[in-house]
């Protein structure tokens, strides 16, 4: 049973355009969400994050918005660039939220082309 | 460079065989976590220490087992090992309990397994 679902394993976009990455979870106790980048042949790093106090957070190029709602969260990355091609993961977290600290989704691989 | 390490980058081993996984936390870090990513799938969670104790559980095999030493460094052991056991194991560590809520976690570069 995934608790984190990203159901784009792929999306590729233009240099200079908007790179949106969906994510939906079903665990109602998740209350903090966070993004992370991976290039190959490297461990994963912290990118953005958002609590479940808020809507949207906002880290330069990064925009995470968080619809509690729908269960939904997107990044934003304007304007793309070629660097940011990566395998991006949203994970998900919460207290009482079950055994694991931090739950992965599968991950969406961005390219940007140039 | 995160200052999270593992040891070996690589390992080549066959089935049946046990196999131990280090990882080295970044200094002052209390809480250690090992991760599984087969193909074409997520993080899996397995095990999390914390400050020597075994903290949460995941999806971790009766065949494999960790351990947090008083160094705080953290070796996974995998034993009878088949061919679906062939993966990415991440070890990543945090300050505090629950890492992610709040404390970042911080990933090493991963061990690649591969059993033939």
């Known amino acids: 049973d995934q608790q984190v679902k990203q159901n784009s394993p792929s999306l590729s976009v233009q240099e200079g355009r908007i790179s949106i990455l969906n994510c939906d979870y079903t665990?109602?106790?998740?209350?903090?969400f966070l993004w992370y980048k991976k290039y190959p042949a490297e461990g994963p790093t912290f990118l953005i994050s958002?609590?479940?106090?808020?809507d949207k957070n906002e880290d330069g190029r990064f925009t995470v918005f968080l619809n509690k709602s729908a269960k939904h969260l997107s990044l934003h990355i304007v304007p793309s660039q070629p660097g940011d091609s990566a395998v991006y993961f949203c994970?998900?977290?919460?207290?009482?939220?079950?055994?694991?600290?931090?739950?992965f989704g599968k991950g969406t691989r961005l390219s940007v082309i140039a | 460079d995160s200052g999270v390490t593992q040891t070996p980058k690589h390992l080549i081993t066959a089935t049946g065989q046990r196999v131990t996984l280090r990882c080295s936390p970044r200094?002052?870090?209390?809480?250690v976590y090992w991760y599984q990513q087969s193909l074409d799938q997520g993080l899996q969670f397995l095990i999390q220490?914390?400050?020597?104790?075994?903290?949460a559980k995941g999806n971790i095999l009766e065949r494999f087992s960790a351990q947090q030493f008083p160094d705080l460094h953290s070796e996974l052991n995998l034993s009878s090992l088949e061919l679906g056991d062939s993966a990415l194991y991440f070890c990543?560590?945090?300050?505090?309990?629950?890492?992610?809520?709040?404390?970042?976690?911080?990933f090493g570069p991963g061990t690649r397994l591969t059993v033939l």
């Open positions: 665990n109602s106790m998740f209350d903090y």
């Open positions: 200094s002052g870090d209390l809480s």
């Open positions: 958002i609590s479940s106090i808020k």
């Open positions: 990543a560590s945090s300050v505090l309990d629950w890492g992610g809520y709040y404390n970042e976690q911080f």
């Open positions: 994970a998900a977290s919460g207290r009482n939220s079950g055994n694991t600290p931090l739950v």
């Open positions: 220490y914390y400050n020597g104790e075994e903290r």
